[in-house]
């Protein structure tokens, strides 16, 4: 088997809004060679379309419509761009119980749920994740200690070289994993909006990616776009 290198870029949606009982923690996984040639082509979407701000799916809008949808299908056609998603009702968490009454707890418990499955033997990662604060300076050691005695239970020569959190202003994947997770965070929490420019856009999506519910779970073997629907009834301490 060749060893492959991939960066992953993570975010998160609907994580602190009281409103939204479903929260999303995405990943876009991109092959590491790929990087500076998917970044450079990202930006030219952008330019041509004269989008001078961070992308971020809380701005989506009718204004700059032709340019999500062209995001949309160069996501859908780039071969070395794959996404993977949790969906956690948070009402099924239970908080108390299993993380000392901590949504921090709780959350990274779900990072480390979402990525492990697809940390695969002989290959190494480079995690980036959107910065937030924090009240446990040692959160991300103990998602890289957890990640890593995974990989050494159950995979073979896989390798974490880099894990981190980084200011998405800066970070254009970042921002990138941002505009799918929230994607998915409005669909399953916002469907009803259906007159509103964001549904149009979850429609747009599930129509080019053949996708008929952005909120059902996605089997195993999909990679492309890979949705993992959590259930509160297996929570373990």
């Not at 991109?30 to 809380?58: A, C, D, G, M, Q």
């Not at 032709?66 to 239970?94: H, M, P, Q, T, W």
């Not at 519910?213 to 073997?221: G, I, N, Y």
């Amino acid at each position: 088997m060749n060893r492959e290198s991939y960066n992953i870029y993570c975010d998160e949606s609907r994580v602190e809004n009281t409103d939204s009982h479903k929260m999303v923690i995405g990943a876009l996984f991109l092959l590491r060679p790929k990087k500076s040639k998917t970044v450079e082509e990202i930006k030219e979407i952008l330019t041509r379309h004269n989008f001078n701000y961070e992308l971020k799916w809380s701005k989506v809008g009718k204004k700059y419509s032709e340019l999500y949808k062209e995001l949309i299908d160069y996501f859908l056609a780039n071969e070395s761009l794959n996404f993977r998603g949790i969906i956690v009702d948070k009402r099924e968490v239970k908080f108390k119980e299993y993380h000392n009454g901590s949504l921090e707890t709780a959350f990274y418990k779900f990072y480390y749920i979402m990525l492990k499955i697809r940390l695969l033997s002989q290959n190494e990662y480079y995690i980036f994740l959107d910065k937030k604060p924090s009240r446990d300076k040692n959160i991300l050691n103990a998602l890289n200690h957890f990640l890593e005695f995974h990989i050494f239970k159950n995979k073979k020569d896989c390798k974490i070289k880099h894990l981190q959190s980084y200011d998405s202003d800066n970070n254009l994947l970042i921002q990138m994993s941002d505009f799918f997770t929230g994607l998915i965070g409005f669909a399953c929490n916002d469907y009803e909006q259906k007159n509103s420019f964001k549904y149009k856009m979850v429609k747009y999506f599930e129509e080019k990616s053949g996708r008929k519910d952005l909120c059902q779970a996605s089997f195993l073997s999909e990679e492309k776009f890979n949705i993992f629907v959590w259930d509160g009834k297996h929570e373990k301490s």
